[in-house]
T-cell receptor, first 112, second 116 residues
Framework: SQQGEEDPQALSIQEGENATMNCSYK?????LQWYRQNSGRGLVHLIL?????REKHSGRLRVTLDTSKKSSSLLITASRAADTASYFC????????????FGKGITLSVRP | DAGVIQSPRHEVTEMGQEVTLRCKPI?????LFWYRQTMMRGLELLIY????????DSGMPEDRFSAKMPNASFSTLKIQPSEPRDSAVYFC??????????????FGPGTRLTVL
């Protein structure tokens, strides 16, 4: 399996603080995506960063990609209680035998 | 658009029974994915289709699982016979074009399956 592996597995912060989550993957990617899952719901796409990009912003989200280290980070600034959710990275791979899958995700708890 | 539609939302059945999960992808999407989510194993890809054709079913746990996509607007995932270890939340997702740079997946609300 070429799944992304998120780190840490769980993160608890105070509202207003920044949350940083990391993802590592094993082989080449076309792009890397981050998704959020609220309890009892399906995943929702947050942001996509292409393999030739190093950083991307969307509102309070900032994603970085380091292809040399095969890693990505998701930063949520000025967190809110509503950001409490699980976050997954997903890396569709190049190659005919690519395996598409997600990791187990990071559980983020934002305390009011 | 109503998004990806899955039915039923909840299913409780007894071991040995046949279970059929249904999915309607977003209109115009060419790729469809079936996932299974458990606490122990996380989110696992079971199978995906491109233009109604199964591309990779290597994630299907065993022969008890089968999936079909008879047309662009409907897919089923069948478990026969079901076992308690099949208890999980099953998600269906669709995407505009597999392999394209902007292949964001849109997930349905999931079907929570409990096999007693």
């Amino acid at each position: 399996s070429q799944q992304g592996e998120e780190d840490p597995q769980a993160l608890s912060i105070q509202e207003g603080e920044n949350a940083t989550m990391n993802c590592s993957y094993k082989t080449s990617i076309n792009n890397l995506q981050w998704y959020r899952q609220n309890s009892g719901r399906g995943l929702v796409h947050l942001i996509l960063i292409r393999s030739n990009e190093r950083e991307k912003h969307s509102g309070r989200l900032r994603v970085t990609l380091d292809t040399s280290k095969k890693s990505s980070s998701l930063l949520i600034t000025a967190s809110r209680a509503a950001d409490t959710a699980s976050y997954f990275c997903y890396g569709p791979l190049t190659g005919a035998n690519s395996k598409l899958t997600f990791g187990k995700g990071i559980t983020l708890s934002v305390r009011p | 658009d109503a998004g990806v539609i899955q039915s039923p939302r909840h299913e409780v059945t007894e071991m040995g029974q046949e279970v059929t999960l249904r999915c309607k992808p977003i209109s115009g999407h060419n790729s469809l994915f079936w996932y299974r989510q458990t606490m122990m194993r996380g989110l696992e890809l079971l199978i995906y289709f491109n233009n109604n054709v199964p591309i990779d079913d290597s994630g299907m746990p065993e022969d008890r699982f089968s999936a079909k996509m008879p047309n662009a607007s409907f897919s089923t995932l069948k478990i026969q016979p079901s076992e308690p270890r099949d208890s999980a939340v099953y998600f269906c997702a669709s995407s505009l074009v597999l392999g394209a740079p902007h292949n964001e997946q849109f997930f349905g609300p999931g079907t929570r399956l409990t096999v007693l």
